[in-house]
């Protein structure tokens, strides 16, 4: 089963939409650039369309960063796991938000080279975030 046009079209949207953002953001022309959010159902393209707009960014210079919550998924693209990235505990995902939030960043605290990293990193793309 190939995919469909309405599919194709959709999938070209979004990145051109994400291109859009990418563009703005090296411009400079703005203080802040929205994120993009991608949401589909399994084999709708959302993976394919991460990957390319990953890669767009790096075409135009910038440090990429690129995780998962699935470290197959964050290798495919020499990405690293988010608990590695963030230096973050994986027992701390039963917390509310905000208290996973300043656990993450009390963990980069004590990994000075993590958090250099970040600091540098332009775009971070998530795969498979699960919402």
Known sequence: VGQTLASFNEQTEVYE?????????????????PGLLLVGMAGSGK????????????GLG???EYTALQ???ALQF????????????????KQ????QAKAA?????????RWALLQ????????????
């Open 17 to 33: 939409m994400g291109c859009e953002i990418l563009d703005a953001a090296r411009s400079g022309l703005t203080s802040w650039v």
């Open 62 to 64: 910038f440090d990429i």
């Open 105 to 113: 960043v009390s963990s980069l605290s004590q990994a000075p080279g």
């Open 78 to 93: 020499g990405g690293v796991h988010v608990h590695k990235l963030f230096n973050f505990e994986p027992r701390h995902e």
């Open 71 to 73: 470290s197959r998924k």
């Open 47 to 58: 993976t394919h369309v991460l990957r390319q707009l990953a890669l767009y960014a790096m």
């Open 120 to 131: 540098v990193t332009h775009c971070l793309f998530i795969e498979a975030v699960g919402l």
């Open 96 to 99: 509310p938000p905000h208290i």
